[in-house]
């Protein structure tokens, strides 16, 4: 017999044991007007699918994918009209299903939803995945085919006798700069966009030390008793080291003067720069130098105190030239990552010295008073750096005042009531209205400012908020796509990275998070062709060309790093 459920407003019916199943035959024709998460949600989980349709329906039911049994019916809800992705929609809510196994969802009238898995641990390959992604963004290194599988190439941009350009300060010589992730699509590295993703990376490494363990990714430095994580973020940070000036100030850039055609590393013959000198860089290093130094701290004292100097160096150097902001030199095209303003930056950088030293002269140059506490749209490498810095300070609770404590206590939990709610009525329950640059990053990094909530009060409705933007990037959005290269039944296949481009493999290098809806689409001008009308949350396009909505970064890749692992570890 079967039993009827009342749940979230939404009647299901739930098949119990011994009752009569129907079995259907499930092909490969997977339909795009049913939108959720394509790798799959934990068993205690909220799990809602979006379905796109005018008509009338009322009924789904999930189905087996290897045997094709029944093993839960619902009724789906009535619909809703959502501006944001120009949708008539309905839901279909099997929250109450947590037999573990592998499943689509089925609608008579719509067909199968692309398959997905109901377990423990279900995000842990998209994880893993999310952090070997940039182990395929090393510059300076060949990727060997036992690491890197298909992906594998040999050497690109060695870096090791890399020209001053004159707005370095610097008039002749070279730099031996090596190592280091490409910063995008690109094969350019950028100070400001190392170090605020490292700021990110290293953040969860203080919070879950030790989630991956030595030998899990499969990279070059596995076997050496450190965890692979550790090793991969060790890459990126030697590199962001070698562009410190004697002075201590950061240099801006190390790129071409253009962007290179869509060839692969070895193949790119241009000069390189190092490129500018700046506030931003200087500090936005000096924030993750000094969580560097902590983490690495247990594993390697000299490396850690070298990076804490460094830190100390670049904060120094940047309160004796508090404005000194960087903007491209007439013969230097690409990414700019400039900034007028600077406060968050200093705040990042003071707290996580103050954090490490426990030297009461950073903590007193930290601007205590008007904590802004908001998130906006498009904040990114720009201003999220501020939250970093919130967040260190409540994970170290011993060394802030109470006064202070509170006031940052209270602020991040106003702000996660405000965007948790925002989940409960947006378009595909997540927290942004304003679809920009890099949308997926502001869903994503304001699932940070959530789950930072999360560890303050384990609310329930925190965790849940946080699952959905995971959801969202791996398939519950308007496009149907799950975001990440590699991972879901419909992942992107036409990202704007020139390896992927180039190398002549038919799939693009895995792991790395596409940009995302972008309602500018500034590469209009340049060819690229949307569908006509196109609404905020379906401004993206599988495209290669779409540097606006899909392209890689890694500040995008740092937060969906976060968030999967946070799941992983809040979820057992």
Request: hydrophobic share 35%; charged share 20%; with cysteine.
């Amino acid at each position: 017999m079967n039993r009827i459920l009342y749940f979230y407003g939404v009647i299901t019916m739930v098949f119990i044991s011994g009752c009569k199943e129907k079995v259907l035959v499930i092909d490969d024709s997977f339909s795009n007007q049913i939108k959720l998460n394509q790798i799959g949600y934990y068993p205690e989980a909220i799990k809602k699918a979006v379905i796109v349709t005018e008509s009338e329906i009322s009924k789904f039911s999930i189905v087996e994918s290897n045997s094709g049994k029944t093993v839960f019916s619902g009724e789906i809800s009535g619909p809703l009209n959502w501006e944001l992705a120009g949708e008539q929609v309905r839901i279909a809510d099997f929250s109450e299903l947590s037999m573990e196994g592998l499943y689509n969802l089925y609608i008579k009238e719509v067909g199968f939803s692309y398959p997905f898995e109901i377990k423990n641990q279900v995000l842990l390959p998209v994880f893993h995945g999310s952090i070997k992604g940039l182990y395929f963004q090393r510059a300076g290194m060949a990727l060997e085919e036992k690491y890197a599988s298909q992906w594998n190439r040999p050497l690109g941009h060695p870096d090791d006798s890399v020209l001053f350009h004159p707005s370095s300060g610097k008039q002749t010589g070279v730099l031996n700069s090596p190592k280091g992730w490409y910063d995008a699509g690109d094969y350019n590295k950028y100070v400001v966009n190392a170090s605020f993703p490292l700021g990110q990376f290293f953040l969860f490494e203080e919070q879950y030390p030790n989630s991956i363990a030595d030998g899990e990714l499969n990279i070059p430095e596995s076997g050496n008793d450190i965890s692979d994580y550790l090793d991969e973020l060790k890459y990126e940070m030697d590199w962001v080291l070698s562009m410190q000036d004697e002075d201590g100030g950061m240099f801006h850039k190390l790129t071409t003067k253009n962007f290179e055609g869509m060839v692969m590393p070895h193949e790119v013959t241009s000069q390189r720069y190092v490129v500018g000198k700046g506030t931003a860089a200087s500090l936005d290093f000096a924030g993750a130098a000094a969580q560097a130094a902590r983490v690495f701290m247990p594993y390697d004292s000299i490396y850690s105190k070298k990076c804490l100097q460094a830190a100390k160096n670049a904060y120094s150097w940047s309160l004796d030239n508090p404005e000194v902001e960087f903007v491209n030199p007439e013969d230097i095209s690409t990414g700019q990552y400039g900034d007028t303003n600077f406060d968050d930056e200093l705040f990042w950088a003071a707290s996580q010295l103050y954090i490490t030293t426990a030297d009461k002269s950073y903590f007193d140059q930290l601007k205590k008073d008007n904590i802004d506490f908001t998130y906006s749209p498009g904040d990114g490498w720009t201003k999220f750096m501020r939250f970093m810095g919130i967040f260190t300070l409540l994970e170290n609770k011993s060394l802030v005042p109470d006064k202070l404590y509170g006031i940052l206590q209270e602020g991040i939990l106003k702000t996660a009531d405000s965007l948790t709610e925002k989940t409960k009525t947006n378009d595909y329950f997540q927290c942004v209205e304003d679809f920009q640059w890099g949308s997926n990053s502001d869903v994503l990094n304001t699932a940070m400012i959530i789950a930072q909530a999360y560890r303050l009060e384990n609310k329930p409705v925190y965790l849940t908020a946080v699952r959905q933007a995971a959801d969202y990037v791996l398939g519950n959005n308007a496009v149907g796509y799950s975001f990440v290269t590699g991972f879901g039944d419909n992942p992107p296949m036409f990202i704007h990275h020139r390896q992927s481009a180039a190398d002549g493999i038919v799939d693009p290098v895995p792991g790395l998070l596409s940009g995302g809806p972008n309602n500018d689409k500034q590469d209009v001008s340049d060819g690229v062709v949307y569908p006509e009308n196109t609404p905020p949350m379906k401004s993206w396009t599988d495209h290669e060309d779409s540097y606006a909505s899909n392209e890689i970064c890694l500040n995008w890749n740092a937060p969906l790093t976060y968030i999967l692992g946070f799941l992983e570890q809040e979820s057992k």
